[in-house]
T-cell receptor, first 114, second 112 residues
Framework: DAGVIQSPRHEVTEMGQEVTLRCKPI?????LFWYRQTMMRGLELLIY????????DSGMPEDRFSAKMPNASFSTLKIQPSEPRDSAVYFC????????????FGPGTRLTVL | KNQVEQSPQSLIILEGKNCTLQ??????????LRWYKQDTGRGPVSLTI?????NTKSNGRYTATLDADTKQSSLHITASQLSDSASYIC???????????FGTGTQLKVEL
C-alpha cells in the first residue's frame, strides 16, 4: 500500500485566493482526519470523518474552512478565502475502524499564504 | 482542561549518547498514551502506545514508561543515532469524548 497520499506537497498562494488540499486515505481505513501543524500550536485536529460522514468538526477554525469526503478514497480541505495566518502544514491521516488503532499520517501539505 | 506538556522543547546530544524525553498530562479519564516520531518534512509515525496497565514498553532502542498515578510518561532513547534526529510528540487519548490531546513535541538533534 502506498500509504496516505496528499497533494499538493507545497502550495504558495496569495491572500484571498481559494486553496484546496487533497487526500487519499489508505484503502480499507474507515476514519479520515485532517490536522493543522504550526510551530506555535503543534498538531491540531480540524475535522474527522467516519465512513465518509463528518463526525466532529469542532476544530475547524472558522467558516472559511470546509472539508468534504465524497467517497471512501478521497477527501478535500478547502480554505476560501485564504489568509496569511492559515500558513501551516496540513496533514491527513487515516485509521481502521477500531478505537485504539494507530493513525497513519500522510506527508503533509505545506501551505504558505502571502 | 486537558493538556499535554512536553519537555524539554529541544535537545542536542552527541551520537551514541542516551536521552530521555518527558511528557506530563492532565487528561482525565485516561485511555492511552502514544509517542510519535516526526522526521522533518514528513508526517508523524507511531513508536509505541501505552495503556493504563502498562508501565514500560520497548521498541528497539526506544523505551517508553508510564506512571498513571503521577500522569507522567517518558521516552528513553538508547545509543542515539543521527537518524533519531526528529520531533517526538506525545499524544494522550481520554477526557470527555475520549479525544486526542497533542503535546507540542520535543525537537531532538543528534550530532557527530
Amino acid at each position: 500500500d502506498a500509504g496516505v497520499i496528499q497533494s499538493p506537497r507545497h502550495e504558495v498562494t496569495e491572500m484571498g485566493q481559494e486553496v484546496t488540499l487533497r487526500c487519499k486515505p489508505i484503502s480499507g481505513h474507515d476514519y479520515l482526519f485532517w490536522y493543522r501543524q504550526t510551530m506555535m500550536r503543534g498538531l491540531e485536529l480540524l475535522i474527522y470523518f467516519n465512513n465518509n460522514v463528518p463526525i466532529d468538526d469542532s476544530g475547524m477554525p472558522e467558516d472559511r474552512f470546509s472539508a468534504k469526503m465524497p467517497n471512501a478514497s478521497f477527501s478535500t480541505l478547502k480554505i476560501q478565502p485564504s489568509e496569511p495566518r492559515d500558513s501551516a502544514v496540513y496533514f491527513c491521516a487515516s485509521r481502521r475502524d477500531q478505537l485504539y488503532n494507530e493513525q497513519f499520517f500522510g506527508p503533509g501539505t505545506r501551505l504558505t499564504v502571502l | 482542561k486537558n493538556q499535554v506538556e512536553q519537555s524539554p522543547q529541544s535537545l542536542i546530544i552527541l551520537e551514541g549518547k542516551n536521552c530521555t524525553l518527558q511528557c506530563n498530562y492532565t487528561v482525565s479519564p485516561f485511555s492511552n498514551l502514544r509517542w510519535y516520531k516526526q522526521d522533518t518534512g514528513r508526517g508523524p509515525v507511531s513508536l509505541t502506545i501505552m495503556t493504563f496497565s502498562e508501565n514500560t514498553k520497548s521498541n528497539g532502542r526506544y523505551t517508553a514508561t508510564l506512571d498513571a498515578d503521577t500522569k507522567q510518561s517518558s521516552l528513553h532513547i538508547t545509543a542515539s543515532q543521527l537518524s533519531d534526529s526528529a520531533s517526538y510528540i506525545c499524544v494522550v487519548r481520554g477526557g470527555g469524548g475520549n479525544k486526542l490531546t497533542f503535546g507540542t513535541g520535543t525537537q531532538l538533534k543528534v550530532e557527530l
